[in-house]
């Protein structure tokens, strides 16, 4: 065998070896996935609490191990969490103060315990729009 066709083996092999290694990473494709289920949520119509609330559950089962997509699914199930948590509470309120058979003491405690998910959900949005721009930034 020449130096020649040693030579063209090795770089043969070389390239296969290389082929077989690009694409992104476990952690960049962990990333993407994260990333895409926030957007389908933030995305998602207003209207719908209980839709939005599953795609929230949607958010909180994305397995991840990577620490920035550990932190964007868990901040932003938290904040959005308790978003769509007061609005289905605050419909409910709602739809209770509409007819007055139906109204009850305990609406009074519905509703503060909907203000504070509204302030909660206030507080914690920004850790959120943090932890998926520190993941995009990581994995552009």
Request: one cysteine or more; hydrophobic letters at 45%.
């Given at each position: 065998?020449?130096?020649?066709?040693?030579?063209?083996?090795?770089?043969?092999?070389?390239?296969?070896?290389?082929?077989?290694?690009?694409?992104?990473s476990a952690e960049k494709l962990e990333a993407d996935r994260v990333a895409r289920s926030i957007?389908?949520?933030?995305?998602?119509?207003?209207?719908?609490?209980?839709?939005?609330?599953?795609?929230?559950?949607?958010?909180?089962?994305?397995?991840?191990?990577?620490?920035?997509?550990?932190?964007?699914?868990?901040?932003c199930a938290r904040a959005y969490r308790s978003f769509e948590e007061a609005s289905l509470l605050?419909?409910?309120?709602?739809?209770?103060?509409?007819?007055?058979?139906?109204?009850?003491?305990?609406?009074?405690?519905?509703?503060?315990?909907?203000?504070?998910?509204?302030?909660?959900?206030?507080?914690?949005?920004?850790?959120?729009?943090?932890?998926?721009?520190?993941?995009?930034?990581?994995?552009?």
């Amino acid at each position: 065998m020449s130096w020649r066709s040693s030579a063209l083996r090795t770089l043969a092999l070389g390239l296969a070896l290389a082929a077989g290694a690009c694409g992104p990473s476990a952690e960049k494709l962990e990333a993407d996935r994260v990333a895409r289920s926030i957007d389908v949520l933030r995305n998602a119509p207003a209207g719908s609490t209980t839709s939005r609330l599953h795609l929230v559950e949607e958010l909180e089962k994305q397995p991840a191990t990577g620490k920035l997509a550990v932190s964007a699914r868990d901040a932003c199930a938290r904040a959005y969490r308790s978003f769509e948590e007061a609005s289905l509470l605050e419909a409910q309120v709602r739809k209770a103060m509409a007819d007055p058979a139906t109204m009850t003491p305990s609406l009074l405690d519905d509703l503060a315990t909907a203000s504070a998910k509204i302030e909660a959900s206030k507080e914690a949005m920004p850790g959120c729009e943090r932890a998926v721009s520190e993941l995009r930034m990581a994995f552009r």
